[in-house]
């Protein structure tokens, strides 16, 4: 626990101008990102008396040993420069709104030749438009279902797609009605893309004009006798009716606006938001954070709309934005909206009438989800907390393990030795840290020096990065003072920081656990202890769970522990095991198929599955790719002359494929015969004899 006076700056040394500030620990780790105003004042908060601070703000003091912090040129851009450094360091001290689940949304989209309505999660995606999002995928199919009678859009995936444009055979869809079916040609692509248009403006809330239409259509065809066009057009109507009772009016009609209401206490605090579009709730999401310092209503606001339109831009930011509390200040909160959206943004507190009230029904949801959500994790911390505390008491640890660390070795027969490492933090997965190892010192089977090459590659990375990162405690600080930096500049700095490695990724082994557990018995974990124990590292601990009795072995002891079978810290330590045995074997099968479909193309450097493709498909076989000429090669469109002379050479060197054989007749089957492949376009090229293709690797 270090000391806030051992790295406070000095009063002069701070600016007094707008910019953002982070604390990093011991090992370099950015854990708080804050902005402010004046620099100055808002740090000078934090070296005071250690017992007037928050409770939560004094532990990350304490665990912090460095602060640093960039100027730029007003608040506006010191908003968008923490929102690009909590997002891209995620500090376990700031406030970060967590999802109580993965909400779907209605995406069409329109980025294709023929737009296709379908249930997206996830990222957005450039060129899609989306509505939502919906608390069930159930209610999404529902609506869709009810609007493809008027809006016959494309719901099917590429390949029936494909498939269905060269059969000339719609799907059941396109019979039914629910399709325009423009796979076969029934409708053009602009005829298709005007229906995803109208299917977009009914959802975005342009109702009326189409009822009023639909009216007047059926009127006519019952003036006309038409009587079956007319009852076509009567169940459309009421199909749209239907699919918009779904959605109440709740405001005035064309009213934009999200609502966002906050539940909190002294821990935690609880969000939610509806998406009001044409006047009526087309979504709602909720969010759950721990306080991690003594944060204001309005600053949980302030996280909250970073983190709703942090990625958003256009019409995804609505023109109107409701508060419980406003961001203080202000002003560069809404001129931050407003830039994203393009146009003027309100974001403002509700006073009276329709939108009050609704802002109400909001507040009583966030308070349940609070209380629920404290109900769920009562249970959970307590188990946790209690799991942790048997696993440092059966292995006498001085503390709880808060970061565990799991390594397995996977192989089949000996062959695509690979090995999985899986990180669990506070009892929890933390899957951004996992990492896989292929096995290089040596070939064959061997857990026991498969898990000491895994060991001693891991903790040799964290010694040099603990070496690297010791460049910068004589106090110097590149980014202390960036003044006149250009704002892009300084967003970009932190890649080339202590948390990047010299080629721009992150680092991967920069932090160590307090407890190192491997999955098998005696053999691995004196081999795990071997491997720290060359490399200097006394002060981490080392076990190993092994599955046959779910024994517990230590190093230099020939009995193992056991754990109660009803014990929390052996349940904890049964998962963090099965989970690392769960990504090695996926891993060691994706590389195991990844082997089985390589071919002599895939030795290529720099020669990607669409010039594959164009390559076979040009000679028909490798055998008569292999003796082409370069002249010859350069004929295939794609391929330049610098390109076929890599192919040329890559083929050479390659050995003769061995002749395959049918074993039925016994004759040699001749190559010559044109490659086959199975699957898309996009789908890996498989050339070669089963024989040939067994014995390589990617």
Same mark, same amino acid.
């Given at each position: 626990?270090?000391?806030?006076?051992?790295?406070?700056?000095?009063?002069?040394?701070?600016?007094?101008?707008?910019?953002?500030?982070?604390?990093?620990?011991?090992?370099?780790?950015?854990?708080?990102?804050?902005?402010?105003? !004046?620099?100055?004042?808002?740090?000078?908060?934090?070296?005071?008396?250690?017992?007037?601070?928050?409770?939560?703000?004094?532990?990350?003091?304490?665990?912090?040993?460095?602060?640093?912090?960039?100027?730029?040129?007003?608040?506006?851009?010191?908003?968008?420069?923490?929102?690009?450094?909590?997002?891209?360091?995620?500090?376990?001290?700031?406030?970060?709104?967590?999802?109580?689940?993965?909400?779907?949304?209605?995406?069409?989209?329109?980025?294709?030749?023929?737009?296709?309505?379908?249930?997206?999660?996830?990222?957005?995606?450039?060129?899609?438009?989306?509505?939502? /999002?919906?608390?069930?995928?159930?209610?999404?199919?529902?609506?869709?279902?009810?609007?493809?009678?008027?809006?016959?859009?494309?719901?099917?995936?590429?390949?029936?797609?494909?498939?269905?444009?060269?059969?000339?055979?719609?799907?059941?869809?396109?019979?039914?009605?629910?399709?325009?079916?423009?796979?076969?040609?029934?409708?053009?692509?602009?005829?298709?893309?005007?229906?995803?248009?109208?299917?977009?403006?009914?959802?975005?809330?342009?109702?009326?004009?189409?009822?009023?239409?639909?009216?007047?259509?059926?009127?006519?065809?019952?003036?006309?006798?038409?009587?079956?066009?007319?009852?076509?057009?009567?169940?459309?109507?009421?199909?749209?009716?239907?699919?918009?009772?779904?959605?109440?009016?709740?405001?005035?009609?064309?009213?934009?606006?999200?609502?966002?209401?906050?539940?909190?206490?002294?821990?935690?605090?609880?969000?939610?938001?509806?998406?009001?579009?044409?006047?009526?709730?087309?979504?709602?999401?909720?969010?759950?954070?721990?306080?991690?310092?003594?944060? *204001?209503?309005?600053?949980?606001?302030?996280?909250?709309?970073?983190?709703?339109?942090?990625?958003?831009?256009?019409?995804?930011?609505?023109?109107?934005?409701?508060?419980?509390?406003?961001?203080?200040?202000?002003?560069?909160?809404?001129?931050?909206?407003?830039?994203?959206?393009?146009?003027?943004?309100?974001?403002?507190?509700?006073?009276?009438?329709?939108?009050?009230?609704?802002?109400?029904?909001?507040?009583?949801?966030?308070?349940?989800?609070?209380?629920?959500?404290?109900?769920?994790?009562?249970?959970?911390?307590?188990?946790?907390?209690?799991?942790?505390?048997?696993?440092?008491?059966?292995?006498?640890?001085?503390?709880?393990?808060?970061?565990?660390?799991?390594?397995?070795?996977?192989?089949?027969?000996?062959?695509?030795?690979?090995?999985?490492?899986?990180?669990?933090?506070?009892?929890?997965?933390?899957?951004?840290?996992?990492?896989?190892?292929?096995?290089?010192?040596?070939?064959?089977?061997?857990?026991?020096?498969?898990?000491?090459?895994?060991?001693?590659?891991?903790?040799?990375?964290?010694?040099?990065?603990?070496?690297?990162? %010791?460049?910068?405690?004589?106090?110097?600080?590149?980014?202390?003072?960036?003044?006149?930096?250009?704002?892009?500049?300084?967003?970009?700095?932190?890649?080339?920081? !202590?948390?990047?490695?010299?080629?721009?990724?992150?680092?991967?082994?920069?932090?160590?656990?307090?407890?190192?557990?491997?999955?098998?018995?005696? /053999?691995?974990?004196?081999?795990?202890?071997?491997?720290?124990?060359?490399?200097?590292?006394?002060?981490?601990?080392?076990?190993?769970?092994?599955?046959?009795?779910?024994?517990?072995?230590?190093?230099?002891?020939?009995?193992?522990?056991?754990?109660?079978?009803?014990?929390?810290?052996?349940?904890?330590?049964?998962?963090?095991?099965?989970?690392?045995?769960?990504?090695?074997?996926?891993?060691?099968?994706?590389?195991?198929?990844?082997?089985?479909?390589?071919?002599?193309?895939?030795?290529?450097?720099?020669?990607?599955?669409?010039?594959?493709?164009?390559?076979?498909?040009?000679?028909?076989?490798?055998?008569?790719?292999?003796?082409?000429?370069?002249?010859?090669?350069?004929?295939?469109?794609?391929?330049?002359?610098?390109?076929?002379?890599?192919?040329?050479?890559?083929?050479?060197?390659?050995?003769?494929?061995?002749?395959?054989?049918?074993?039925?007749?016994?004759?040699?089957?001749?190559?010559?015969? /044109?490659?086959?492949?199975?699957?898309? /376009? %996009?789908?890996?090229?498989? *050339?070669?004899?089963?024989?040939?293709?067994?014995?390589?690797?990617?």
């Amino acid at each position: 626990m270090a000391d806030p006076s051992s790295y406070r700056p000095k009063p002069g040394q701070i600016p007094d101008s707008p910019g953002v500030y982070r604390f990093r620990d011991e090992h370099r780790r950015v854990i708080y990102v804050g902005k402010a105003k !004046s620099l100055r004042q808002r740090l000078a908060n934090y070296f005071q008396d250690l017992s007037g601070l928050h409770p939560r703000t004094r532990t990350m003091v304490t665990t912090a040993a460095s602060v640093e912090w960039t100027v730029v040129s007003t608040e506006v851009e010191a908003l968008q420069l923490e929102y690009s450094w909590i997002k891209e360091y995620d500090p376990r001290f700031n406030v970060k709104y967590r999802d109580d689940k993965s909400y779907p949304y209605l995406a069409v989209t329109m980025n294709e030749e023929f737009p296709r309505v379908q249930v997206m999660r996830g990222h957005k995606k450039k060129g899609v438009r989306y509505f939502g /999002p919906y608390a069930h995928a159930w209610a999404i199919r529902d609506t869709v279902d009810l609007l493809l009678r008027v809006f016959p859009v494309r719901t099917c995936s590429a390949g029936v797609f494909k498939n269905a444009a060269r059969t000339g055979r719609p799907c059941l869809l396109g019979y039914i009605g629910k399709c325009s079916a423009p796979c076969v040609g029934r409708v053009s692509a602009d005829e298709h893309g005007e229906l995803a248009d109208e299917f977009c403006d009914f959802m975005t809330g342009r109702t009326g004009t189409y009822l009023r239409r639909l009216e007047k259509q059926m009127v006519e065809a019952a003036e006309d006798m038409e009587y079956e066009r007319a009852a076509r057009l009567r169940d459309d109507i009421e199909a749209l009716k239907k699919a918009m009772e779904k959605n109440a009016v709740v405001l005035a009609d064309a009213t934009d606006a999200d609502l966002i209401a906050v539940a909190e206490d002294e821990l935690e605090a609880a969000v939610q938001i509806f998406h009001v579009r044409g006047g009526r709730v087309r979504g709602q999401r909720g969010w759950v954070t721990d306080k991690v310092e003594d944060v *204001t209503t309005g600053a949980l606001v302030e996280h909250a709309l970073q983190q709703l339109y942090g990625e958003e831009r256009g019409d995804s930011v609505p023109k109107e934005v409701l508060v419980p509390a406003l961001p203080e200040p202000v002003e560069p909160v809404q001129e931050w909206l407003t830039e994203r959206r393009g146009s003027n943004v309100s974001l403002r507190i509700p006073q009276r009438g329709d939108k009050k009230a609704l802002m109400e029904t909001v507040e009583r949801n966030a308070q349940q989800a609070l209380v629920l959500h404290k109900t769920r994790r009562a249970s959970d911390l307590t188990t946790r907390s209690r799991a942790l505390e048997e696993i440092a008491e059966a292995l006498d640890l001085d503390s709880a393990p808060l970061r565990i660390e799991c390594y397995d070795i996977s192989h089949l027969q000996g062959d695509d030795v690979v090995a999985s490492m899986v990180v669990f933090e506070d009892g929890l997965q933390r899957k951004s840290e996992y990492r896989r190892f292929q096995i290089k010192g040596f070939e064959g089977q061997d857990d026991v020096r498969s898990m000491h090459e895994v060991i001693t590659r891991r903790f040799r990375r964290y010694l040099a990065e603990k070496e690297r990162t %010791g460049e910068w405690t004589d106090g110097e600080n590149p980014l202390a003072d960036t003044t006149g930096t250009a704002l892009t500049d300084v967003i970009e700095a932190p890649l080339s920081s !202590s948390l990047k490695d010299d080629d721009g990724r992150p680092k991967r082994f920069a932090y160590p656990p307090q407890l190192v557990v491997v999955d098998g018995g005696q /053999p691995q974990v004196a081999a795990a202890k071997r491997a720290l124990d060359e490399l200097g590292i006394d002060d981490i601990a080392v076990c190993g769970l092994a599955k046959r009795l779910e024994e517990v072995w230590v190093p230099d002891d020939d009995d193992p522990v056991v754990l109660p079978r009803s014990s929390e810290g052996l349940y904890l330590l049964q998962r963090v095991r099965d989970e690392a045995h769960r990504f090695a074997l996926t891993y060691q099968r994706t590389k195991r198929a990844k082997r089985f479909r390589a071919g002599p193309l895939d030795e290529v450097p720099g020669l990607g599955e669409t010039r594959k493709q164009a390559l076979i498909k040009h000679f028909g076989s490798v055998k008569r790719l292999r003796a082409a000429t370069i002249d010859q090669i350069c004929e295939v469109p794609g391929i330049g002359r610098k390109t076929a002379e890599t192919i040329a050479a890559t083929l050479a060197r390659a050995a003769s494929p061995a002749p395959a054989v049918n074993t039925a007749t016994g004759e040699i089957i001749d190559d010559e015969e /044109p490659v086959t492949t199975v699957g898309s /376009p %996009g789908d890996p090229v498989t *050339t070669g004899a089963p024989e040939e293709r067994r014995g390589q690797e990617t």
